[in-house]
């Protein structure tokens, strides 16, 4: 199965200041067909985890443009420009070029 | 706009049945490569099970011959028939879909195992 690993695994950030999430796979991520089979997930406090960001860069449909992916092969990061309170919540990557689906442990986005 | 729409969930006993259902909306649905993937309470996701666009089926060692798998892709519709159910079956279980250049991921649905 290939391993995700996220770091850090808890992230302060004030307010409107940029945060930046790191996963890496351990094994590469890139398709022949130029894509990468990477995603991002946000678990808000109770609720379901929602999609962020797909084949590594591709924003959901209705994730604000503060959010950012970018990475190619095994090294991805997770970009947001300016934090907002709402965006706490665990932050996951995963990874969906085999099955099983495998996903990283996740990072805790808190507000300082 | 892509939805996929989880139900089927509750409390059932342990050694009980269950069967959950996703309706997907906005997307070519037999294109999708469609998932469970599951959530215990406090603890980091978990691939479940996979059904291909051809209707072809692989799962985790854990639900293997107990859970199945299936789609209807004339009505956009996932489901996992759940039998012999255990008390660490309990979770929440979200449908979710990629295909060669998109992506989609559900709300879940709880389901408690409990006596």
């Known amino acids: 199965d290939i391993v995700m690993t996220q770091s850090p695994l808890s992230l302060p950030v004030t307010p409107g200041e940029p945060a930046s999430i790191s996963c890496r796979s351990s094994l590469s991520l890139l398709q022949s067909n130029g894509y990468n089979y990477l995603g991002w997930l946000l678990q808000k406090p109770g609720q379901s985890p929602h999609l962020l960001i797909y084949l590594g860069s591709n924003r959901a449909s209705g994730v604000p443009d503060r959010f950012s992916g970018s990475g190619s092969g095994t090294d991805f990061t997770l970009k947001i420009s300016r934090v907002e309170a709402e965006d706490v919540g665990v932050y996951y990557c995963?990874?969906?070029?085999?099955?099983?689906?495998?996903f990283g442990q996740g990072t805790r986005l808190e507000i300082e | 706009e892509v939805q996929l729409v989880a139900s089927g969930g509750g409390l059932v006993q342990p050694g009980g049945s269950l069967t959950l259902s996703c309706a997907a909306s906005g997307l070519t649905f037999n294109n999708y490569w469609m998932h469970w993937v599951r959530q215990a309470p406090g603890k980091g996701l978990v691939w479940v099970s996979l059904t291909e666009s051809d209707g072809s089926t692989t799962y985790a060692d854990s639900v293997k011959g107990r859970f199945t798998i299936s789609r209807d892709n004339a009505k956009s519709a996932l489901y996992l028939q759940m039998n012999s159910l255990r008390a660490e079956d309990t979770a929440l279980y979200s449908c979710?879909?990629?295909?060669?250049?998109?992506?989609?991921w559900g709300q879940g649905t709880l389901v408690t195992v409990s006596s």
């Open positions: 995963m990874q969906a070029l085999q099955t099983p689906l495998t």
């Open positions: 979710v879909g990629f295909s060669s250049n998109g992506a989609c």
